[in-house]
């Protein structure tokens, strides 16, 4: 039987996510040597080299990837097992992870991370972009907390509906579509800029029984099937491309009026847009994790 040290572990698990002995030590705060020694003790314990050297950084070797999936059950179980039933954000010391696009990113985390800088000083945040592997980040703990839209989300997640986000059209100010109401015919009529479905929102597909976990892409295509003008992957590049181009593009409402772009129009186009449902997704084992209530709450309030 093999006993092991759980701060081992946590440097193991660490060293897996992120592939790197700096980033795993910034991340656990301990230095690259103290994560090495550690890695020795865990080569030596058990009789395999579990990380080696590539052109992009560690990689796992068959065993390492074998006992990836236990180690970061059994430090989920445990954390939970010994979390506080009670969590006061003034003296607590805990790191977030959430996935979000440039949509949340620019209108939520700059609030977000001032607002605990006051009331929550020892909470710090990692934000990641939404990529192909979020479902198996929100079953394995890399992601605590994933905003965006999503749809057919699994019954091993929850979803917390946050608002409706309407999605409208904009032009640069001073267009010709900016003057008065615009008819689907003058909007057809137009090159459009396309935003791809990869950023802030994206198809998102999970294989297995569990069903589909979609993200909505907030991306219009020639109503004609031309192809568009241009194509860009997310609504901040957008805005920017319209601002100095004959194009429009259909991006988030708050986005536009929120962040007062001076030299974008948004057109007035009865019945033209539409919207999409914005929501949080956490993995349900943290249902009761009195920490990512804080935080869910918090975002509520924030967005409110």
Known sequence: MI?????LLRVFDTLYEERSVTRASERLGLTQSAVSHALRRLRDMLDDPLFVRAARGLQPTPR??????????GLDQLRSALAPSQFDPAIAERGFTLAAGSYFCALLVPKLVARTRVTAPGISFRIVPQGAQLLSEL????VDLALGAFSRVPPRLTAQPLYREELVWIAAAGHPLSAGPVSTEALEAQPRLRIAPARPFEALRSAGPQGDLERHAIAESDAAGRTP???VYDALTAIATVAR??????????????RGHEAIAVLDAPGQAHGIELSMLWHSKFDADAGLTWLRETIVDILR
Do not use: H, K, M, Y
């Open 245 to 258: 181009t004959d194009q429009i593009a259909l991006v988030p409402e708050r986005f536009v009026r929120d």
């Open 3 to 7: 006993e092991t040290d759980l701060n």
């Open 64 to 73: 390492a990837i074998e006992i990836a999936p236990g180690v970061r059950t």
């Open 229 to 231: 003008a241009a194509t």
């Open 139 to 142: 079953d394995e703990s890399v």
